[in-house]
């Protein structure tokens, strides 16, 4: 047996983990902030160093500064539905009830979707006249509504799509946490006299603060990640009305091929999830209880 | 015994180096194919067949077809390895590609391949307002082969229920609007059950304001791509009737008009009448349960139409050889027989007068008349709107349209701002 303590054995053990982290982190994101201060190279011109001409584009870009709009009202109306809904899904199923199995993957089923598919249902969903939610509207004697159609109304609807396929996800998480709980403190608090509301607003729910945080960071990434259900539902419009960062990187990328101004975009949206990881680590983590 | 094992192999591989091969040929030229999906139907099984006919006459080409997705897809995946050094061969894409095409250097000009006298009248058999879309700069760069217009489909049985004649379709703007009125049912909360019309505005709504423009006498832009001209009169006219047939006249639902959920809203008997391509047509004859009629779009000043879909493109950075090779496929598919064969198995528009004159062709108009209509509406048809920097510029457009049609602007402020973007970003090729 030859045992060798060389001081390169630990880099080499780090390195296959090291070449991957580079290879589709590092080297993308700043090969991303390189690119965005050169023009697009176009058939015979090359990419030529443009500073920051990029980034006073964006800022004078309106569709820029409405798709950023729409994406900070989808992360706020998206984010804390999704959670409560996740939580009180998650309490429910928990419970010793018939048919929990079956809920419970009811409840999982949008998650595992493929989403293309589901916005095509959805789709049909909002159509007006004969669409689902017409059928109910109109049984109900509530007037005719264009959802997608109506530039007031898409990004609404479109949420709905993300909070019904987000819930189940995070359902998920909060069912594994619950029932990481001891049953000893359900008992000690039974014997207290605490009522199911007290039980979850003072043990429970401080329990899962770990896992809120963890869904929490998820769902502000997912609602800056999404794309598919635009593609197939609104393509951002009417108007931009529903269009997402993501989705206007993708217009810009692969419509336009101005890949100048699509490094920009990404800049910001690495900027937002540095953000976001940042509140994490600074902020959030030391004021979580982990047990 | 493993030497005989061993001298069957090589005596196997022997006869199949030379017995076998010189069957086919000793170094067949590889040609790639990619191709999108844009209709219903098995577009991919009838691609299949052409290259293996194509193949069975010609041993020494091998086609290597390959599904795409969407036309947008397909672009993507073309410019992208004709990016990093490995083109398709061969690609259909869109007609109004062309200048993103022709400004990434991606495409090689047709008329270089094919110079023979013979081949000069080849390319000039092609109904001329699908080369529009086709040639620039005095140059042919694509080849007209799944193309089509947009055309107005109408309810037979809702038109007799409404006193309308089941046979007639309206042919004007004007009358457009009478018969969908009488088209239009609303519910004893006076809520609309039946529309008389639906124009969709979602997908290609450029695509369908053009065939508002151009029965009103208006192009959109120079045959250069470098000009538009969407503020002019007729165009904001055009935008005017388009917003005034859900917010004056209340003949159609108000906001913007899913193009996926067109169709199913016409089977569905929810719309009287609605423009769709003639793509459609197969789909709407296997589903509808009623009778329909096809007709041109209503007239204004004249009848009218763009065109639309695909062109087949030769890419730059492939060999000669495999150039010269793709120039005889994309000339055996578009052969009269063959263009006349594609057009009957899709519902596309046969690309050439003499396909309609083909023996197939003629019993097909016979069973389908109403596969004449996209073909009949070609004389009045313009070129789809095709620009340099065309996704950029056509967003600009297709944005201020659904702005107007959802209310936020009126017509004249959304065709100003759409031109004034267009300009902006048209600047560098105005030079």
New interface residues.
């Given amino acids: 047996m030859n045992r060798i303590h060389s001081p390169l054995t630990p880099w080499l053990l780090l390195l296959p983990a090291m070449v991957l982290l580079l290879g589709f982190t590092h080297y993308p994101a700043v090969a991303t902030i390189w690119h965005s201060f050169f023009s697009t190279p ?3 011109n090359p990419a030529v160093f443009v500073g920051l001409e990029n980034y006073a584009l964006m800022i004078d870009d309106p ?1 820029f500064w409405r798709v950023l709009t729409n994406n900070i009202w989808f992360a706020l109306g998206t984010i804390p539905v999704s959670i409560a809904l996740a939580i009180m899904m998650a309490l429910w199923v928990n419970d010793r009830l018939a048919g929990r199995g079956l809920l419970r993957m009811a409840f999982f089923t949008p998650t595992v979707l493929p989403m293309i598919a589901v916005a095509n249902i959805w ?2 969903f909002y ?4 669409g689902l939610l017409e059928q109910v509207t ?1 049984a109900l ?1 509530l ?2 509504h ?1 959802w ?4 007031n109304t898409v990004l609404g609807s479109m949420m709905v799509v993300a909070i019904w396929k987000e819930a189940g996800f995070f359902m998920i998480f909060y069912l594994a946490a619950l029932q990481q709980i001891s049953p000893t403190l359900a008992e000690a608090a039974g014997l207290e006299g605490a009522s199911r509301w007290q039980y979850f607003w003072r043990v429970q729910f401080p329990l899962l603060m770990p896992t809120t945080l963890f869904v929490l960071i998820n769902a502000l990434i997912n609602s800056f990640r999404l794309v598919d259900h635009i593609v197939v539902m ?2 951002g ?4 009305a529903s269009s997402l960062l993501l989705y206007y990187i993708y ?1 810009v990328g ?5 890949s100048s101004y699509a490094a920009v975009l990404t800049v910001v949206l690495l900027l937002v999830l540095a953000l976001v990881a940042l509140v994490k680590f600074r902020i959030l983590d030391r004021r979580t209880h982990y047990q | 015994m493993r030497r005989v094992l061993l001298k069957s192999m090589a005596a196997l591989a022997v006869s199949t180096a030379f017995g076998v091969a010189p069957a086919l040929a000793a170094n067949p030229v590889e040609v790639s194919l990619y191709y999108p999906v844009a209709v219903g139907g098995p577009v991919t099984k009838t691609i299949d067949g052409m290259v293996a006919e194509f193949e069975k006459q010609n041993p020494d080409i091998k086609i290597k077809a390959v599904y795409a997705g969407t036309y ?1 897809e397909s672009i ?1 995946k073309a ?1 992208t390895a004709y990016k990093s050094g490995t083109p398709p061969t061969i690609a259909v894409l869109l007609s109004t590609d062309l200048f ?1 095409l022709i ?3 991606a495409i090689v000009p047709i008329d270089g391949l094919a110079s023979t006298p013979d081949d000069k009248k080849w390319i000039g058999g092609f109904y001329k307002s699908f080369m529009e879309n086709s040639q620039t700069g005095g140059k042919t760069w694509g080849i007209p082969f799944q193309r089509s217009t947009i055309v107005m489909f109408w309810n037979k049985n809702l038109f007799k229920e409404a006193g309308l004649n089941p046979d007639k379709a309206p042919a004007n703007w004007a009358e457009t609007v009478s018969y969908a009125k009488k088209l239009t049912k609303a519910d004893a ?5 039946q ?1 008389g019309v639906k124009i969709p ?3 290609f709504t450029y695509w369908i304001f053009q065939g508002m423009t151009t029965p009103n006498d208006t192009i959109l832009m120079n045959s250069a791509g470098t000009q538009t001209y969407f503020d002019k009169p007729g165009a904001v006219e055009a935008l005017q009737y388009w917003v005034d047939l859900s917010a004056k006249h209340k003949v159609m ?6 193009w ?2 067109t169709p ?2 016409f089977l ?1 008997q ?1 719309a009287a009448m609605v423009w769709t391509t003639t793509g459609n047509l197969t789909n709407l004859r296997a589903n509808a349960t009623f009778p329909f009629g096809v007709a041109m779009l209503p007239a204004n000043k004249h009848p009218g139409s763009p065109t639309g879909g695909g062109n087949f493109y030769v890419f730059n950075k492939t060999s000669p050889e495999q150039q010269k090779a793709a120039m005889k496929f994309i000339r055996w598919a578009t052969e009269p027989q063959r263009a006349a064969q594609w057009s009957i198995a899709t519902g596309y528009v046969a690309t050439r007068p003499d396909a309609w004159e083909t023996p197939e062709m003629k019993k097909y108009l016979q069973e389908v008349p109403a596969a004449g209509v996209a073909r009949d509406q070609l004389q009045y048809s313009v070129a789809e709107l095709s620009t340099h ?1 065309n ?2 510029v056509t ?1 600009a457009l ?3 349209l ?2 107007a ?2 209310g ?1 602007k009126t017509p004249e402020a959304a065709l100003k701002d759409a031109q004034r973007e267009a300009t902006r970003i048209l600047r560098s090729w105005q030079r």
């Avoid at chain 2, 909360?189 to 059950?193: L, M, S």
């Fill in positions: 176009k058939g015979a569709v789709l049909f159509t007006p006249q004969y109109q004697g007037p005719s264009n997608l159609g109506n530039p609104t393509k419009g009417p108007d931009n217009e692969f419509s336009f091929w101005d | 947008q993507v410019l993103t400004d990434e250097n909360n006076g809520n609309v059950t529309w505005s979602t997908g639902p108000s906001g913007v008009i899913e996926g959920t199913k809203d569905e929810k920097d996704q950029r967003k297709n944005d201020n659904q702005a049609l959802s936020t």
